[in-house]
Each structure stands twice: as structure tokens, then as C-alpha cells.
């Protein structure tokens, strides 16, 4: 038995991964324990400031061994983070990052939300994070997270006590949690939330800590938890065959993007949290001692829990189906209930076990993965009852188009029932990120509709309601149209279904550098949203640069088909900055919007839109050589943006470096975080440098300094130093230095402009033989001096750079460029 649960429990972590849209199918053990859940009245709220911040062996804990409703509120997204698997940075690694917390949910049980906060990346003290945030704004997310998931309990992951100790993001987000825990009662404070929820007095705060928290200070933290509420998070769980902190690893290695791939573990752990406000604990082992958990919370309640107990005392895991009809009379409790809070909760919950204790098998898997607003899709439908119980598919209802068929099919013992229908998508908007739709501030995204706040994703636009009788009880089951199909070398595969444009449009590259004013030939691809779309397309410049010719018809006759089309643009003569905005006209409307697919195994499809947009730049910068060999690390577009100013630039595979074949490049760059996650360099690193000592220029930019050896000719100590203030002022120590001068005169003027920081991991301890070139510091802080350090060796040069080029150069900002171009030209004098 314990070896069948475990392969069942791994298989199914296994499909999470690799294929993240398929539906769970149920085992008898996940419907015990989903019984168990329904009858456990009670919930926890965790709050943090970004993906990875939860602890969740804390929340497996509580959502499998307490069998609490939890919920994780990560104010951000993530979006100011690196991204470890792939060149998405900003807003699309944000999305990234919110569906890997879903995967990450889906493991530990927990429910996952969000705030508008912007993570505009790392801040060194609250004051700035709030000012940025706006603090009153996030703070109405968290009043607004609380009274619609009316938590009994709020876990803080850090300390509101400890200003400047840590990131500013982590801080101020227990400050928000802290003031919110009171304001949520006080009807007088965000009012007009209370239009569609209802005020609510959690009972208690508490401040989750750990031994992580205290490293090499063991006697103060035995000495800080005295009296502290404890748990064991090692729990063993017969049901899954795995314990709870391996469940935990399981969850955080979802965070891909961020490396939190890692080992399971397991044995005895322990937790602790700390009272900060409420009610004593009678029981200090119990955060919800004291607080009532059963059926009878609500008002008649007691007639389902006595239905629901007695189901899960007496569970037939062999036949879970010879429940259904008790589980069918308390569902019609259940919508009873005058309490609407947990009427909606535990009809949700009550209705998948009903599903899961019938075998049942319902699906509406679209044609194709996307419709345009107003147009027909073909949607394939199956339903199969794999039990003995009388089902009966009455109808179903298209909740897109309000459109129901009837059907009147009885669903016999395992004999599968299929039919199409045409379901109209009378959509009013596009199903893309709704936080993205407007113009984000610093600090900030845009979301006016109150009933989006808070939601990890835009809710799925299209729904089909099996209306089903069910031993002589009517209820409908809400599935999410998708597309299902198959892959020789997949298998299975399903997909989001979206509501996408007719047309969409994209340019090869967001930032366009003129290093002269020569005209240059932009390319357009236009993608075709439905059979059969003609149209002409355009480019808008600023005032002093000119484009030929004036538009471009296309006619594309197949959906999700492409055609490029050639715009020359001539810049004017002088430096200039300026956006280029592709705009597409069809049937009398105008389009605006590039489709962006995100498309990773371990999470669903993403498909996002944003602005058809370049950044123009016409540069007055000067380059000596020609040819780059780059190295990839973890993921960036540096090599593209080099490519736009003139240098032909060749990916190098390190299992293929040798003594001989470095020798045909100007310069070597390594990408970000190359030491970090490329395991090769070890084993070619003396290649390098002997690369550097016949003469040769090589480039590092930043690495984390966590267990890594960028293994310099000299010595060289990384550190957490970083500059967050992309406005900090840069102090130049060697003016006089090649790499200010050549080719490109490098002054002060070069640091306007920067984005998000002026760098991180700097150096802050190296030898004599380096020089350091500039010096910057955040407000109050010490000096600085290791963003950017050159050392002769040999005949050549190595340069190590903490500066966030990386972010810099995708942006466009001009002097980032000319910056790098004399990195990538020192020596050539």
C-alpha cells in the first residue's frame, strides 16, 4: 500500500511538471483527505513580500495536517527579480513567478493572492519600499485580502520590528499586515471595498521565525522561542507516502525561475510563531486553540457535520463512491446556509468530491487554444461516470454567451458520451494578465475593478456548467474550456484557452540603436488571430526621424499564421531618443498589441499582451573590434543589444571550449550569474585566462555570491554589496583609465537614464593588481568601489562588473552602451 500511495503521489508531482495544464484526477486517498478538509472550519492567512518569500513547510503543514483553509498573500509578483531559465525579466517574469506560486500552491494545498504592489527590485529600508508602493493603496490590498478570506489567523514571514535589517519589501510587508489586522474591522476604513465583501476580526497575528533566521546565533534563538507556538513539520502522511517537509521541497523547487530546485527532506523539524496580537493560546501547540473549527460554527451546521463525519469516519477508499448519496443530502445543506462566506467555500469544496467519488470524467477542449471577441469556437465535449450511481447530464451552459443546450443523456457505468457544440465568445476584453492591461507605475500596477484585486490570474473566459442530476439531486459542475491534444514526443499536452486579438503584431527587437545615420531596415511580423485577415500596417516615430513606406498591406488566410514585412527607418543626424509604435488596421479597427507566449513545462501556456513598441535611439558611439564570443549564464539578451550597435556576436557552447578556438574573438563576455549555473566553467576556466593572457579581453558581469568561485586570476571576493538607486551618484576613480576613454568618452552624464539599481554582487574585497573605475553608495551607506574592476594579466585584460548591464541595455540607455563598447574595446588603443 505505502509503495502504490508513493509511486501514485510522485506521478502525479511528475505530470505537474512536466505537462502544468493537466486536470487532476483524484485517488480515493486525495478524496479522503479533501473529506477531511470539508470538515475543518477554519483558516490561515501567510503574508509575505514575493514568490519564494513563504515558508512552505508552514503552509503544508496547515493545509494538510491541520486541514486548514490556507492562503498565501505575496504582495508582489517578483517581478524585480533574475530570472534563472529563460531571458524574461520585469513584467513577464512576473508571470513567470505568479504561476509558479500556483504550481507551488497545487503541491501544498495552500490558495495563493496578491497585492498591486510593483516589485520594483530590492530596497534597503520600508520608508523607501512604502513611498515607492504607495503605501495607502497596498495597504487597502491587504484590508481587502483579509475581509474576503477572513483568515482566523495571519502568519507574518517577518518581523515589523526590524527596519533596515533586511529588504525593505520584507519588512514593510508585516508592517501592512500589523496595521491591517485592526483596520479590516473598522467598517469607517476602506468603505468602499464593503460594497462587495463584509468587515472581518481575525483573532490572531503571529510572526513566523525559525533557526534560519538566527544562523550562528543558536543560543539566542532557544533563548527568543521560549513560550513560542511550535510545530512539527515533519509529519509523516501515510495518505501521500511522503512527509510534510518533503512536501515543502516539493512546492519551493516550483520556483524554477529563482534556482529553488533542491533536494527533499525529511525527519523531525520544528517551527515556531510568535503571538503578536488576539486571544492567549489555550493550547500552545494550536494556533486555532480556542477557536471554533467544526460544523457547528455555522448556523445549521450541525446536520451536515453529522452527515459529514460519519462519511469520513467510515470512508470506503475500495468503493468512495457508496457515499454519494449522503454526500448529495448534505450538499443540499449546505446551499442552504444563510452564511455566505462558507456556503460558497464548502459548496466549491463538497462539489469536487462529489466528482471525485463518481469517477467523474467532464471536459470541453476547444479546437484550437484561442477565439477573437465575438466570433464562434467548436468545443469537443466528453462526460463519463466510472461508478454504479445514476447521473443524468440534463444541459450544459456556455457561461461566455449565457447560451444553454439541453441534453437529457444518462450517464451509464463507464460508457463515455461525446458531442460538440459552437459556443458564441461574446467577450469584452482579452484574457491576458489583467494587471498588465494598464500602464504600471514605479511601484504600482493599475487595476480599477475591485473584484480583480487580489486574483493570481484573469479568470478563464470561458466556462461550461454540466448541469447533472445526481441520485435525484440537481448540480452543475464548472469546467474551463481548453485545448487538449497530442505530441509524438509529449504525449498529452493542455493548454489555457484564450481570447486573443485578431491581430497582433511584433518587432524583433524593443530597443532599435542607430550607431550612425545610416538608415536601417525594421522588420514587423504580423500574426494572423483568425482565418482570413487582411489589413495595413504602420510605424509611428517621433517628429524627427522619417519611415518608408507610409504603410503595408497584408492578407493572411490562416489563423495563428505570420507574414514580415520591411520598414525603412532613417534617423536624424544628431542624438535622439523616442518610441516606435507598430499600429495594424482591420475591418475599421486599430491594433496595438504584440502577443507574447510564455511557454515553460512547469507552468501553464501564458499568453500575454503588451504595447507593439520599440525604444529608438539614434547613438553617436564608436567601437573597436568586431567579434564577440558570449557565454551564456542565466539568462539575459545582452548579446542581441550588442548585436544592435555593429558587433557580430557568437553564442559558445563551454563544452566546446579549448585552447585554440577563443583565439578568433575581440573580447569574451560572460553572462550574468554564469558561475553560477554554468557547472563547465570550472573545467574551462584556465582556457579563459590563458585566452586573457595571450592578449585576449574577457568581461564578467555579476555573479551571486552564494557557494561560487568565478575563479579570477587574482583574488577576488564577491559580496551582497549592490546600489538599488538607479539615481545614485556615480563617482569616477581613474579618470583617466582606457575604459572612460576609449573609445567613447565615459562622464556623469552616462549614469542618467539607468533603471531599477546601478548594480549587485559587487566585489568588496579584491588585490592590487585590480583597479577599481567607479565609486557609488545607496543614501547612508559606506562607499562602494567594486561595480567595475580591470586587471592586466598576462598580455590582456580581465574586467569583473557588478553595473546591471543586463538590465541597462535592453532598456536602451545610451550610456550603458557606450560603457560596455569600451569594455569590450580596452586593449585595442
Known amino acids: 500500500m505505502k509503495k502504490t500511495t ?86 513577464l517574469l512576473g508571470v513567470i513567478r505568479t504561476q509558479e506560486l500556483l504550481a507551488a500552491r497545487s503541491v501544498d494545498g495552500g490558495e495563493q493572492f496578491f497585492s498591486r504592489a510593483n516589485d520594483f527590485g530590492y530596497s534597503k529600508h520600508p520608508d523607501e519600499t512604502l513611498e515607492i508602493w504607495n503605501k495607502k493603496e497596498v495597504l487597502s490590498d491587504v484590508v481587502w485580502a483579509i475581509r474576503t478570506f477572513k483568515p482566523d489567523v495571519i502568519i507574518n514571514r517577518f518581523d515589523h520590528r526590524t527596519p533596515g535589517t533586511t529588504h525593505g519589501h520584507h519588512t514593510a510587508s508585516a508592517m501592512l499586515s500589523v496595521e491591517a489586522f485592526d483596520l479590516a474591522n473598522d467598517k469607517t476604513k476602506y468603505a468602499k471595498q464593503l460594497k462587495y465583501t463584509s468587515v472581518w476580526q481575525p483573532k490572531r497575528l503571529f510572526q513566523n521565525t525559525s533557526s534560519w533566521f538566527y544562523r550562528g546565533r543558536e543560543d539566542e534563538f532557544k533563548k527568543a522561542t521560549e513560550g513560542f507556538t511550535k510545530f512539527n513539520i515533519g509529519v509523516y502522511y501515510p495518505l501521500k507516502g511522503v512527509s510534510n517537509n518533503e512536501l515543502a521541497s516539493m512546492a519551493s523547487s516550483q520556483h524554477l525561475c529563482q534556482g529553488f530546485g533542491r533536494l527533499t527532506t525529511r525527519g523531525e523539524q520544528t517551527e515556531y510563531a510568535e503571538l503578536l496580537k488576539g486571544n492567549p493560546l489555550k493550547d500552545k501547540t494550536d494556533i486555532f486553540s480556542g477557536i471554533n473549527t467544526t460544523w457547528n460554527r455555522v448556523k445549521n451546521g450541525g446536520e451536515i457535520g453529522t452527515i459529514l463525519y460519519e462519511i469520513e469516519n467510515n470512508f470506503d477508499f475500495v468503493n468512495p463512491s457508496k457515499h454519494l448519496p449522503k454526500l448529495m443530502e448534505a450538499y443540499q445543506l449546505i446551499q442552504e446556509l444563510k452564511d455566505n462566506h462558507w456556503r460558497v467555500i464548502k459548496e466549491k ?30 468545443v469537443n465535449f466528453e462526460a463519463l461516470n466510472r461508478s454504479d450511481v445514476n447521473i443524468e447530464l440534463t444541459s450544459i451552459t456556455s457561461t461566455i454567451d449565457n447560451k444553454t443546450v439541453s441534453k437529457e443523456l444518462d450517464l451509464e457505468l463507464n460508457k463515455k458520451i461525446n458531442f460538440k457544440e459552437t459556443i458564441n465568445l461574446k467577450a469584452k476584453s482579452f484574457s491576458d494578465p489583467y494587471w498588465l492591461r494598464k500602464e504600471a507605475s514605479l511601484g504600482m500596477y493599475n487595476v480599477d475593478d475591485q473584484l480583480l484585486i487580489g486574483n493570481p490570474e484573469t479568470p478563464r473566459p470561458a466556462k461550461i456548467d454540466f448541469n447533472l442530476i445526481i441520485d435525484d439531486v440537481a448540480i452543475s459542475i464548472t ?9 509524438r514526443d509529449k504525449g498529452e499536452i493542455y493548454e489555457p484557452f484564450e481570447i486573443l486579438p485578431r491581430v497582433t503584431t511584433k518587432l524583433k527587437d524593443k530597443v532599435l540603436i542607430f550607431s550612425d545615420d545610416v538608415v536601417k531596415k525594421v522588420l514587423v511580423e504580423v500574426r494572423a488571430g483568425a482565418n482570413n485577415v487582411s489589413g495595413n500596417v504602420s510605424l509611428k516615430v517621433p517628429t524627427s526621424w522619417m519611415v518608408s513606406p507610409k504603410e503595408i498591406a497584408f492578407n493572411i488566410n ?95 557552447n563551454p563544452l566546446e571550449i579549448n585552447e ?149 541595455l535592453p532598456a536602451g540607455v545610451s550610456g550603458a552602451y557606450k560603457l560596455f563598447a569600451n569594455l569590450l574595446s580596452v586593449g585595442k588603443e
Open 349 to 378: 469544496q463538497i462539489k469536487t468530491i462529489i466528482e471525485g467519488c463518481a469517477g467523474l470524467y467532464l471536459e470541453a477542449s476547444a479546437v484550437s487554444s484561442s477565439g477573437t471577441p465575438n466570433s464562434t469556437i467548436e
Open 6 to 91: 508513493i509511486f501514485i503521489f510522485t506521478f502525479l508531482l511528475i505530470s505537474l511538471s512536466l505537462f502544468a495544464q493537466k486536470p487532476q484526477k483524484l485517488t480515493s486517498n486525495q478524496i479522503y483527505e479533501k473529506i477531511q478538509k470539508l470538515n475543518f472550519l477554519g483558516t490561515a492567512l501567510y503574508i509575505a513580500a514575493h514568490p519564494d518569500d513563504e515558508n512552505t513547510r508552514l503552509i503544508a503543514y496547515l493545509a494538510n495536517n491541520v486541514k486548514a483553509r490556507t492562503g498565501y498573500l505575496s504582495l508582489t509578483r517578483g517581478d524585480g527579480g533574475q530570472n534563472l531559465i529563460g531571458p524574461e525579466i520585469r513584467e
Open 558 to 652: 490562416q489563423k495563428n499564421d505570420k507574414r514580415t514585412v520591411a520598414f525603412f527607418v532613417t534617423p536624424p543626424k544628431n542624438q535622439s531618443e523616442g518610441k516606435l509604435e507598430v499600429i495594424a488596421t482591420s475591418e475599421g479597427k486599430t491594433y496595438k498589441k504584440e502577443l507574447i507566449e510564455i511557454n515553460y513545462n512547469h507552468i501553464p501556456k501564458q499568453s500575454v499582451l503588451s504595447n507593439s513598441e520599440a525604444k529608438i535611439v539614434r547613438l553617436n558611439i564608436k567601437k573597436a573590434g568586431d567579434k564577440i564570443g558570449y557565454i551564456k549564464g542565466a539568462g539575459d539578451v545582452v548579446p542581441e543589444s550588442l548585436r544592435q550597435i555593429g558587433y557580430f556576436v557568437e553564442n559558445i
Open 479 to 487: 469546467k474551463n474550456v481548453v485545448r487538449r491534444y497530442a505530441e
Open 660 to 808: 585554440k578556438n577563443l583565439l578568433k574573438y575581440d573580447a569574451i563576455v560572460l553572462g550574468i550569474r554564469a558561475y553560477n549555473v554554468v557547472k563547465e566553467l570550472k573545467f574551462k576556466q584556465k582556457f579563459l585566462l590563458e585566452y586573457v593572457a595571450k592578449g585576449g579581453n574577457m568581461i564578467v558581469q555579476y555573479n551571486t555570491n552564494r557557494r561560487v568561485d568565478v575563479a579570477a586570476p587574482f583574488s577576488l571576493s564577491l559580496s551582497r554589496d549592490r546600489v538599488t538607486d538607479e539615481f545614485a551618484e556615480v563617482r569616477i576613480l581613474d579618470k583617466n583609465n582606457s575604459l572612460l576613454n576609449f573609445p567613447n568618452k565615459i562622464t556623469n552624464e552616462d549614469f542618467k537614464g539607468w533603471v531599477q539599481e546601478r548594480g549587485l554582487y559587487f566585489p568588496d574585497y579584491w588585490s592590487r593588481e585590480y583597479t577599481p573605475i567607479l565609486s557609488m553608495n545607496d543614501k547612508g551607506e559606506t562607499a562602494k568601489n567594486g561595480s567595475l574592476l580591470i586587471a592586466k594579466y598576462g598580455k590582456g585584460n580581465y574586467i569583473y562588473t557588478g553595473l546591471s548591464f543586463f538590465r541597462e
